[in-house]
């Protein structure tokens, strides 16, 4: 049996993340991550790679606050680049009624968060960005979120890791784990078994099998979001663009593809850790950015993907504490948008092991927000 | 009324359409070509009027009456071609053609999606001038092009030396042939001869025929470089030690063939790697069966068997999916099939053995030599993440981007694995392989645009 002082479920961003800032903070540190499969493999490193704080509920926005201050220092960080790049990003808007929602999303995120983000009109629009399809009325411009490639981030979260002499054990399959008196007991299918203080469930689409095993579960849903690539063209569209009533988001990389997603998900098995894209997604995709971006029509898609990722009812996730479990902290959940996030959520998650305390507000994705009433009013 | 869609109008698939037809069934046949008969009986476009001996060679009588029973099937099936299937999920086939998409959902799938070159790369493989030799020979036998006035065959497999043939009879001499297998490991072919004299005898022909002409035949050779400005200008090759530089115009370059088996892995059928000629091959039973009930396989797309195989496989896929249909089947014929089938393993088993894939070639590939040429990445680099530690091409898909280009690695997922395989030192079905994914063919955005 391995003894540990703190033991992490999950190699995603999350995981890792919080393992590279627990290794940093505190060298001396016995640390093991465990990983399914290879650190990154999942959503953490098919996911479209926005790394944006606009349009974010306002909860969230200390927490992507602090993780865009990682952000900005992460080749340093990870030892690797990235393409992370601030190239900005657009929503567009196509009907007169959809600028106020923008506006406000503008308001909230300069005058209460300090963000460079605008409001353009059509003219300006299309001035700045004349490949946009003619009738956008106008969009929000902000101008300092940015994108960086996820297949590269979460394999380099993986390596930074284990550079930290952090004991990272890929294709290592939880079977079970549990609680008893001061320490926790994790036992993987291949029948190691370790112990530790602490227990971090960063794990992601499927924590909420860790957390159930502490009597909290949620109700998250696993979701394929689906995207797809076209092959090189000139490099012509610097922001990460969407509209604000078309299911279609994309984004060009530096060396040509366009990275595409958004509408219906892939469909999803988690129990087999397989996703199968849809290819009527596919072609739904193809349609509509050909509407916001006509260019695109003599674009070819060379392939479409898809990832597992837990989503929760409230759209927000489960970060914080454990109600039942003193020692245990989750980071899971993420509904779609925890790219950005994950170094803060790892900063987050490191206070917590070490302190139980975080300087970052995170009430909002308090897990006992799901908890049955009567257990809410008992510790109320 | 049962939704019977058959992918591949080549051999394979011509001859199930031919028995469902005669169980008095209506498949659906998806064909990229504009004309069936698939790669190797591929027809010449309108206005060209080469003769079918010119054509196919000893191989004519095959190809007509091939052609001759497809033709006859016209009005009784539902024949697409220029038709492209792009995608497949959960019993529905998604085609594209003409600049428009659409979806067909079937009851019964029969794929016989045919195959592609197998290429090692070699420096200088992406200049111009340098072809598949597959592509070489289809541009010969659809529209009379050849790579050059003096062009080089370099690779492995009888394919090389029925293409010099093919090009001597269409009055261009190749600057040689230059094979990667020993003549003495040729030798074992011999072995074949009991199980089909015909074929090993025409092989023999084509090897004196280029004796006859002059042509350089050099067996055992380890290709050095594709030389050029930027052009084709030279090969260059190793042989006992010795370098050489051989003047040529033009390549074809190929080891063999592939199976092209990305809509059944989008089907869900199980693979296994074939440690025989180091591939992942689709799971099937000897008629074709896959255990998904609603798919069969046949064909090249299967596992390479060659043409006269493909007509089988055909046949009993097609039988076999009329049978678990409850339609009658005449037991007599698929027993003689089953039993041309196996007698055509043991020559195709000679076949390999006699031209196997050169993968040792992989491990002593410069660093520079590009392995991925859809994103123009090197044997170098993939050994370089190997060394970051990438265990699979999975990983090394996720940290190089082979196999994240237009061809998803068909044509460089094999050159792959033995790269990563070797600078892993592990086990070739260790690194798994690179999964497809839909769309297995570009798909333009165009064409998706105006039929929504």
């Known amino acids: 049996m391995s003894v540990y002082d703190t033991i992490i479920i999950g190699g995603g961003i999350m995981g890792c993340s919080t393992a590279l800032h627990l290794a940093r903070a505190a060298p001396r540190m016995k640390i093991a991550l465990l990983e399914r499969g290879l650190c990154g493999a999942q959503a953490s490193g098919v996911n479209f790679g926005n790394v944006r704080s606009n349009g974010r509920p306002v909860s969230q926005m200390p927490l992507s606050l602090r993780s865009r201050e990682i952000w900005s220092r992460i080749t340093e960080l990870l030892g690797v680049d990235c393409e992370y790049e601030r190239t900005g990003a657009l929503k567009i808007a196509f009907r007169d009624e959809d600028l106020a929602v923008l506006e406000g999303h503008v308001r909230d995120a300069r005058d209460g968060f300090g963000l460079a983000v605008e409001m353009l009109g059509s003219a300006g629009l299309r001035q700045l960005f004349p490949w946009i399809a003619s009738g956008a009325v106008g969009a929000r411009h902000s101008l300092d979120d940015g994108v960086a490639n996820p297949r590269l981030v979460a394999a380099a979260f993986g390596a930074a890791t284990r550079r930290h002499g952090v004991d990272v054990r890929e294709n290592f399959a939880v079977a079970s784990v549990s609680h008893s008196g001061a320490a926790f007991s994790v036992v993987g299918e291949g029948g190691a078994a370790l112990v530790a203080r602490s227990l971090v469930n960063c794990a992601g689409a499927w924590g909420n099998l860790v957390a159930s095993s502490f009597g909290e579960a949620v109700p998250m849903q696993a979701l394929g979001p689906q995207m797809g690539v076209t092959e090189p063209l000139p490099f012509f569209i610097l922001p990460s663009t969407s509209t604000v009533n078309s299911p279609i988001y994309f984004r060009q990389v530096r060396r040509g593809n366009i990275v595409f997603g958004g509408g219906p998900r892939a469909e999803v098995r988690p129990d087999l850790v397989r996703h199968y894209s849809l290819p009527e997604n596919t072609a739904r995709h193809a349609a509509l950015l050909r509407s916001v971006a006509p260019a695109l029509k003599s674009a070819r898609v060379i392939r479409a993907w898809s990832g597992i990722e837990g989503y929760l009812p409230d759209s927000l996730p489960i970060l914080g504490p454990s109600a039942t479990t003193p020692g245990l902290v989750h980071g899971f959940g993420f509904c779609g948008s925890g790219f950005q996030l994950g170094p803060g959520v790892g900063a987050v998650l490191a206070e917590l092991v070490l302190g139980g305390a975080t300087t970052t507000p995170i009430a909002a994705f308090d897990i006992r927000r799901f908890a049955p009433a009567a257990a809410q009013e008992t510790r109320a | ?452």
């Not at chain 2, 196997?356 to 170098?380: K, N, S």
């Open chain 2, 1 to 452: 009324m049962t939704t019977i869609v058959i992918v591949g109008a080549g051999p394979a698939g011509v001859r199930a359409a031919e028995c469902l037809v005669a169980a008095g069934c209506r498949p659906i046949i998806l064909d990229e070509n504009d004309r069936s008969g698939g790669q190797i009986y591929r027809r010449q476009p309108p206005g060209f009027v080469r003769s079918a001996q010119t054509l196919y060679g000893t191989e004519a009588a095959k190809a007509e009456a091939l052609h001759r029973s497809f033709d006859t099937l016209a009005g009784k099936v539902d024949y697409r071609p220029g038709t492209i299937a792009w995608g497949l999920h959960a019993g529905v086939i998604h085609t594209v053609k003409a600049g428009r998409v659409d979806r067909i959902a079937f009851d019964r799938l029969i794929l016989a999606t045919g195959a592609t070159d197998r290429i090692m790369p070699v420096a200088g493989w992406t200049r111009p001038g340098v072809f598949s030799m597959g592509g070489a020979q289809i541009a010969l036998k659809f529209q009379g092009c050849v790579p050059g006035r003096r062009p080089a065959l370099v690779g492995t497999g009888p394919l090389l030396y029925l293409l010099a043939n093919q090009y001597l009879k269409a009055g261009v001499t190749p600057a040689g042939v230059f094979d990667t297998t020993p003549f003495r490991r040729q030798l074992r072919l011999v072995g074949g001869l009991a199980w089909d004299p015909r074929t090993l005898l025409i092989g023999l022909r084509y090897r004196l025929e280029l004796v006859r002409w002059g042509v350089p035949v050099r067996c055992g050779i380890d290709p050095l470089a594709i030389e050029g400005d930027p052009a084709v200008t030279g090969f260059v090759y190793a042989k006992s030690g010795k370098r050489h530089v051989i003047a040529c115009d033009g390549v074809a370059l190929g080891h063999g063939l592939r199976s092209e088996t990305q809509l059944a892995e989008l089907a869900g059928v199980s693979f296994a790697f074939d440690r025989r000629t180091r591939q992942w091959l689709p799971q099937r039973d000897e008629e074709g069966r896959t255990p998904l009930g609603t798919v069969y396989l046949a064909g090249d797309g299967a596992g390479i068997g060659g043409a006269d195989v493909a007509e089988i496989e055909g046949k009993l896929a097609a039988w076999a999916l009329l049978h678990d249909l409850n339609a009658a089947v005449d037991d007599g014929e698929r027993t003689r099939a089953l039993r041309q089938l196996r007698r055509a393993a043991r020559f195709r088993a000679a076949l390999d053995a006699g031209f196997p894939w050169p993968h040792d070639i992989a491990a002593r590939l410069d660093d520079g030599v590009v392995v991925c040429r859809c994103e123009t990445l090197t044997a170098g680099e993939l050994r370089r993440v190997a060394a970051e530690g990438a265990p699979d091409l999975g990983r090394a898909k996720a940290l190089s981007r082979i196999g994240m280009g237009r061809c998803q690695g068909r044509y460089c997922g094999s050159a792959c694995a033995e790269i990563l395989s070797a600078a892993l030192g592990c086990d070739i079905a260790d690194v798994g392989r690179l999964r497809p994914q839909a769309p297995t063919k570009p798909l333009h955005v165009d064409d998706v645009e105006a039929s929504l």
